[in-house]
């Protein structure tokens, strides 16, 4: 059974529950922190990996440093490390957001601009975008880039609509040159 369809079971079984006690959007930016705790904390995973780490300890550690968080994640956390599934955590907290998405339609963006974007103009872009699309909102994580001239560059999954004076000038060129 590939990893994918072991992270997609957990990730499923987490949103049934979820949903059965309506705590879609809590479970959701509790996996956000996870997912970024797995991503980034190297020091975890290697102690997770360990050979001489017994399951008390690591369960220990798993329970404090996730003491915050509701018990159905933490222990989903947990029972996958106890199962050696701990290379499927980041896909299942993944796949839970896509799953939490698409339940409240909507969808993840990242938008590149030259200046960070204001609350009214993220507003803005993503109510006419989000039609496009067909959801009814959108997350925006703005990244700031100094390689774009003006105007915005947005991804959605992955589809990128570029409306930068780069792209324009980018596209421009290869019309002339071809």
Do not use: C, W
């Amino acid at each position: 059974m590939s990893d994918i369809t072991v992270a997609g079971r957990y990730a499923v079984a987490l949103f049934q529950i979820a949903k059965e006690q309506n705590l879609i959007n809590q479970l959701e930016e509790e996996l956000r922190i996870v997912n970024e705790v797995f991503t980034n904390d190297k020091d975890l995973l290697s102690f997770l990996a360990h050979p001489k780490m017994t399951r008390d300890a690591k369960n220990t550690m798993l329970a404090n440093a996730f003491a915050s968080l509701s018990s159905s994640v933490r222990n989903t956390v947990m029972l996958m490390v106890e199962r050696h599934r701990t290379d499927e955590v980041i896909p299942m907290a993944q796949e839970f957001i896509e799953l939490a998405n698409e339940e409240n339609s909507v969808a993840d963006a990242t938008v590149y601009t030259v200046n960070p974007l204001t609350e009214a103009e993220a507003e803005a872009v993503s109510s006419a975008f989000a039609a496009k699309i067909g959801k009814r909102n959108l997350r925006i994580t703005n990244v700031t880039d100094s390689n774009i001239l003006g105007g915005i560059k947005l991804q959605i999954g992955n589809r990128i609509y570029d409306g930068t004076i780069r792209g324009k000038l980018d596209r421009l060129s290869k019309q002339l040159l071809g």
